[in-house]
């Protein structure tokens, strides 16, 4: 079982709604990481969190905004959002440091529909 | 750009035979890499890493391979099992980023 725990599994949403994905670990991570991941494609990095801090930002559309309430939690809301923004969406953490060591733990992901 | 990417897009290999996924990457100063294995319906899970001052690094069933010279990594599953069916990504450490490439599924025949 994964230790990072992504909710919902499912979403289906409106071009006009406003919804949320939330992610939540427990092992002490202060990284914390949004991908977005295609059918048949690699995960692509969207945002990395240090400790509780936005620190990298890859020129992701503002209709995506990312919140990391505490160590353990991290948020990605979502409004007026494009049927090019369905996919997997992954929550993933790991030591602060990566070069250290640079294992990803990763969710099973929020699949998003936009209709 | 600079990228990482795979040689195979699919590979199909018999039950207890050995598996090799290839992986060339373009960044020369690049010095840490990282095997994922992706299964249906789940996030990618960590299967081995290395670092550019070893050649190889082995683990449970799993060897990873780094030539330098030619900037290529390779993956190695020993007596392939039904359960080693998944997507496999090499993957690039750059400071806080991890770059992913492109995937190989592999296909394991009972």
């Known amino acids: 079982d994964t230790e990072v725990t992504q909710t919902p599994k499912h979403l289906v949403m409106g071009m006009t709604n406003k919804k949320s994905l939330k992610c939540e670990q427990h092992?002490?991570?202060?990284?914390m990481y949004w991908y977005k991941q295609k059918a048949k494609k690699p995960p692509e990095l969207m945002f990395v969190?240090?400790?509780?801090?936005?620190?990298i930002n890859e020129s992701v559309p503002s209709r995506f905004s990312p919140e990391c309430p505490n160590s353990s939690l991290l948020n990605l809301h979502l409004h007026a959002l494009q049927p090019e923004d369905s996919a997997l969406y992954l929550c993933?953490?790991?030591?602060?440091?990566?070069?250290?060591?640079?294992?990803?733990?990763f969710g099973e992901g929020s699949r998003l529909t936009v209709l | 750009g600079e990228s990482v990417g795979l040689h195979l897009p699919t590979l199909s290999v018999q039950e207890g035979d050995n598996s090799i996924i290839n992986c060339a990457y373009s960044?020369?100063?690049?010095?840490?890499f990282i095997w994922y294995k992706q299964e249906s319906g789940k996030g990618p899970q960590f299967i081995i890493d290395?670092?550019?001052?070893?050649d190889k690094r082995q683990g449970q069933r799993v060897t990873v391979l780094l030539n330098k010279t030619v900037k290529h990594l390779s993956l190695q599953i020993a007596a392939t099992q039904p359960g080693d069916s998944a997507v496999y990504f090499c993957?690039?450490?750059?400071?806080?980023?991890?770059?992913f490439g492109a995937g190989t599924r592999l296909f394991v025949k009972a």
């Open positions: 993957a690039e450490i750059r400071g806080f980023k991890t770059i």
């Open positions: 290395i670092r550019s001052n070893m």
């Open positions: 993933a953490s790991s030591q602060a440091n990566l070069v250290v060591t640079g294992e990803l733990f």
């Open positions: 969190y240090s400790y509780e801090k936005l620190s």
């Open positions: 092992m002490g991570h202060r990284a």
């Open positions: 960044n020369s100063a690049s010095d840490y």
